[in-house]
T-cell receptor
């Protein structure tokens, strides 16, 4: 069974640029959630995708957008990068149909905005 | 809006000691409560998940409890080892299955 994978591992961008982060779900999972974790803080929920549709969104501006593909992999896009966007971005997959709802996290993408 | 608090923010104990990490949440309409471990600069590893209908879960030296009426969960670690050093995060899940995290407890187990 393949776990959750994310790419790239690290990324450096400058303010105002755009970035795309990618996530491959664990096999058999149809739900992907994205989180932002600033240094020393717990992860903050960005949004969730279930069967290619957005299924909930946290308190993040519209310049944070996402996609989920038919194979349930996902992308997080951030436009007009700001310095405060520097963080570890985590994706998590789960089987929405199961009551256990355990979310399995990937290793994260470290984004640095200069 | 669910808010999750973890106390203490940091904890240092000698090897072999039993310890308890605390987590409190404001909304008792919680779907489940999950404990994670995070090593520096890494992703999250799920340790235990407690469904809202359950009171506790055990895995090896770890035991997690959930008291919805008081809005509290605890993670008990028995016979701590240096390899247990990490940040421990608790997270509550509502019906939307999005997780609300605390800021974590950074645990250091001294040899």
């Amino acid at each position: 069974e393949t776990g959750v994978t994310q790419s790239p591992t690290h990324l450096i961008k400058t303010r105002g640029q755009q970035v795309t982060l990618r996530c491959s779900s664990q096999s058999g999972h149809n739900t992907v959630s994205w989180y932002q974790q600033a240094l020393g803080q717990g992860p903050q929920f960005i949004f969730q995708y279930y069967r290619e549709e957005e299924n909930g969104r946290g308190n993040f501006p519209p310049r944070f957008s996402g996609l989920q593909f038919p194979n349930y992999s996902s992308e997080l896009n951030v436009n007009a990068l700001e310095l405060d966007d520097s963080a570890l971005y985590l994706c998590a997959s789960s089987q929405a149909a199961l009551s256990t709802d355990t979310q399995y996290f990937g290793p994260g993408t470290r984004l640095t905005v200069l | 809006k669910q808010e999750v608090t973890q106390i203490p923010a940091a904890l240092s104990v000698p090897e072999g000691e039993n310890l308890v990490l605390n987590c409190s949440f404001t909304d008792s309409a919680i779907y489940n409560l999950q404990w994670f471990r995070q090593d520096p600069g890494k992703g999250l590893t799920s340790l235990l998940l407690i469904q809202s209908s359950q009171r506790e879960q055990t895995s090896g030296r770890l035991n997690a409890s959930l008291d919805k009426s008081s809005g509290r969960s605890t993670l008990y670690i028995a016979a701590s080892q240096p390899g247990d050093s990490a940040t421990y995060l608790c997270a509550g899940s509502g019906s939307a299955r999005q997780l609300t995290f605390g800021s974590g407890t950074q645990l250091t187990v001294l040899p």
